[in-house]
């Protein structure tokens, strides 16, 4: 079982800041992948930010020059920075990781349990 501790969501108005912080914690021997994903109302999952262990960070578009993430895989946690906020980024933010227990073959995603990002015009 892995748990994931999100924190760091908020109210911000356009034009500010968040950062967003994840601890992961259970059986975790590998980790292939932390990142953040994104749902607002009505709409669908979508990744944010995902930090690879074997590639470095992705980010989708639309937030590429706003957002940084960091990771350290040693320690099981991931951050994200959001600058510059815009009414769109307004959604529910899941931490997410991909990860593999001792003695196991296969690969797990978990997802936590969401932190609210609500930027106000």
């Known amino acids: 079982q892995v748990q994931l501790l999100e924190s760091g969501g908020g109210l911000v108005q356009a034009g500010g800041s968040l950062t967003l912080h994840c601890a992961a914690s259970?059986?975790?021997?590998?980790?292939?992948?932390m990142g953040w994903y994104r749902q607002a109302p009505g709409k669908q999952r979508e990744l944010v930010a995902r930090?690879?262990?074997?590639?470095?960070?992705d980010y989708t578009d639309s937030v590429r020059d706003r957002v940084i993430i960091s990771a350290d895989i040693r320690k099981k946690t991931v951050s994200l920075q959001m600058n510059n906020l815009k009414p769109e980024d307004t959604a529910l933010y899941f931490c997410?990781?991909?990860?593999?227990?001792?003695?196991?073959?296969?690969?797990?995603?978990?997802w936590g349990q969401g932190t609210q990002v609500t930027v106000t015009p």
């Open positions: 997410y990781t991909n990860t593999q227990r001792e003695g196991a073959s296969y690969w797990r995603d978990t």
């Open positions: 259970g059986s975790i021997s590998r980790i292939a992948a």
């Open positions: 930090f690879n262990s074997r590639s470095g960070p």
